[in-house]
């Protein structure tokens, strides 16, 4: 599996920065945003390391696919009843701070700290 050993996310796949998880599989993890925007705000990743959105190819459908897929399961699980935000940040202009490929999904009552 692709793995930047600088990378924060892969630390966090790894085990060696601690997070609060939600989910995980073979090929995706999903834990709590560290500063959330909203009552619920988790992050769904790829372990494998992609940096963004805009370094997926054909091979990364079925992947991207299962990552929004998700979305309403975890919601759902996490008490979101009412509607939520699935927002992916790409690249410098996209305003992405981390390079590991990542899905915010917010949701909660309003209002919301951002977002
Ligand atoms: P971006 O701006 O790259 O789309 O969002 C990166 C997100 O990662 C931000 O919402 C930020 O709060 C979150 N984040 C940054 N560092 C950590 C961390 O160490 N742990 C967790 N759980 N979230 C983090
Ligand atoms: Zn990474």
Request: glycine fraction near 12%; include cysteine.
């Amino acid at each position: 599996m692709n793995v930047d050993p600088d990378c924060l996310f892969c630390k966090i796949v790894a085990g060696q920065i601690p997070s609060k998880k939600v989910f995980e599989d073979e090929e995706l993890l999903a834990f709590h945003d560290i500063h959330p925007w909203a009552p619920v705000h988790v992050l769904v990743i790829p372990k494998q390391h992609i940096a963004t959105l805009a370094d997926v190819g054909p091979e990364h459908d079925a992947l991207l696919g299962r990552m929004l897929g998700l979305a309403p399961r975890l919601m759902k699980e996490l008490g979101v009843g009412n509607g939520f935000r699935t927002l992916l940040n790409t690249g410098r202009d996209g305003g992405q701070e981390v390079y590991h490929l990542h899905m915010h999904v917010m949701g909660g009552p309003r209002p919301w700290r951002k977002g």
